[in-house]
């Protein structure tokens, strides 16, 4: 059971009939990643009404829900939405959305008010553009990415329009924002705050349990990942609430369409730990992170995206990528032999990694083919 099957099975609830939980949270970050920009209003036009969803009316489909991951999934999961009782009177408005190659910032924001007089600001995570997969990588290496700035701006200028209780939340990406932005918010607006979702978004570079009022804000935090989790236990300077069960497998564990609910409950079925090869991966990855400089962080991120440049999607790279690989020798000589040196380090650790994850992550799909079959 995932949240198109939880839609189906209790769609037909209202938010009275059944209060807001977890799961209605999940779907409402998840829905960011449609391009409603291009039907509703802008957080430039305060003014205008917001699109009820039972009206919306999409005259592109491709291009409503180009970017997000999983755009089939996405396409039933608003279906679905705008049939059902639950969520059909939604409204969205304050769209905002910055895509900035020459700064690195891809951002998209949205408020959701409900029928029951709160309003949820949805934050995107990665959509499928080799910027929003450039963006992640500066996680590695700045102390604030400018999507973070961005989310805390658009909760400090939507605090006047905001109802007097809301809540934040977001997927991947969307959940660091949705965290940042609780955490570094106005007493005012975290005392408005009702809750804040990160749905297996990566943690924070240094610790955050120094900011003003973290003991009083902790409480409002909830940060979701999978048991199998790869993204959201980076930089994990904060306990998950909920370990989630997702059957989808290495990087495919992170797709909400992947996580499974209970049978008959509006709720996560959750583990109390995660696997052991979710453990390794982190372990590994953070040390093969905390080997390199800032600075060495930085000139391998620049390497690798001149050697990918002419991609404009994540698409594109998985099937074109291997292509682009034979550039690596004339793109290396284009540096210092310093730099070479370096880079060749770097880049020998991370197929290292990758490497020893798809081993393993086979040798589970054959233990789980060979269960099945006895």
Same mark, same amino acid.
């Given at each position: 059971?995932? +949240?198109?099957?939880?839609?189906?099975? *209790?769609?037909? /609830? %209202?938010?009275?009939?059944?209060?807001?939980?977890?799961?209605?949270?999940? +779907?409402?970050?998840?829905?960011?990643?449609?391009?409603?920009?291009?039907?509703?209003?802008?957080? =430039?036009?305060?003014?205008? &009404?917001?699109?009820?969803? &039972?009206?919306?009316?999409?005259?592109?489909?491709?291009?409503?829900?180009?970017?997000? #991951? =999983?755009?089939?999934?996405?396409?039933?999961? #608003?279906?679905?939405?705008?049939?059902?009782?639950?969520?059909?009177?939604? &409204?969205?408005?304050? /769209?905002?959305?910055?895509?900035?190659?020459?700064?690195?910032?891809? $951002? $998209?924001?949205?408020? +959701? *008010?409900?029928? %029951?007089?709160?309003? *949820? #600001?949805?934050?995107?995570? %990665?959509? %499928?553009? +080799?910027?929003?997969?450039?963006?992640?990588?500066?996680?590695?290496?700045?102390?604030?990415?400018?999507?973070? #700035?961005?989310?805390?701006?658009?909760?400090?200028?939507?605090?006047p329009y905001l109802p007097e209780r809301f809540y934040l939340g977001g997927h991947s990406k969307g959940g660091n924002l949705s965290m940042y932005a609780a955490l570094h918010m106005s007493e005012e607006l975290q005392d408005r705050l009702i809750r804040a979702y990160s749905f297996d978004g990566p943690g924070f570079r240094k610790s955050v349990t120094g900011l003003p009022r973290f003991e009083a804000v902790l409480p409002k935090l909830s940060k979701y990942i999978t048991k199998n989790d790869i993204i959201g236990m980076l930089f994990n300077v904060m306990p998950a609430t909920k370990i989630v069960v997702s059957t989808g497998l290495m990087f495919g564990g992170h797709d909400p369409f992947y996580w499974q609910l209970e049978k008959g409950r509006p709720a996560f079925r959750t583990v109390e730990d995660t696997s052991k090869s979710s453990k390794r991966n982190a372990k590994v990855m953070m040390e093969w992170l905390a080997s390199m400089s800032d600075e060495d962080k930085m000139l391998l991120i620049q390497f690798l995206f001149r050697v990918f440049e002419q991609r404009e999607n994540v698409y594109e790279l998985i099937v074109f990528g291997i292509a682009d690989l034979v550039q690596i020798p004339k793109i290396l000589r284009s540096y210092s032999p310093e730099g070479r040196k370096k880079i060749k380090a770097m880049l020998l650790a991370l197929k290292d990694f990758y490497l020893d994850s798809f081993r393993r992550g086979k040798r589970i799909m054959q233990a789980k083919e060979e269960a099945e079959g006895k």
């Open positions: 059971m995932n +949240i198109n099957t939880y839609l189906r099975r *209790f769609g037909q /609830c %209202t938010l009275r009939e059944m209060a807001f939980n977890e799961i209605d949270a999940l +779907i409402l970050s998840e829905l960011s990643y449609v391009n409603f920009q291009l039907v509703a209003p802008s957080i =430039d036009e305060p003014k205008v &009404k917001p699109l009820r969803l &039972k009206k919306l009316v999409v005259e592109d489909p491709l291009a409503f829900y180009r970017g997000s #991951v =999983d755009a089939i999934s996405n396409t039933t999961m #608003v279906k679905l939405m705008m049939k059902s009782r639950r969520f059909k009177d939604i &409204k969205i408005g304050f /769209c905002q959305n910055i895509f900035e190659e020459k700064t690195v910032n891809q $951002f $998209f924001a949205m408020t +959701i *008010f409900l029928p %029951t007089g709160e309003a *949820f #600001v949805a934050f995107r995570g %990665t959509d %499928t553009s +080799i910027l929003g997969w450039k963006e992640d990588f500066h996680f590695a290496f700045e102390e604030a990415i400018l999507a973070q #700035v961005e989310a805390l701006e658009y909760v400090n200028r939507m605090a």
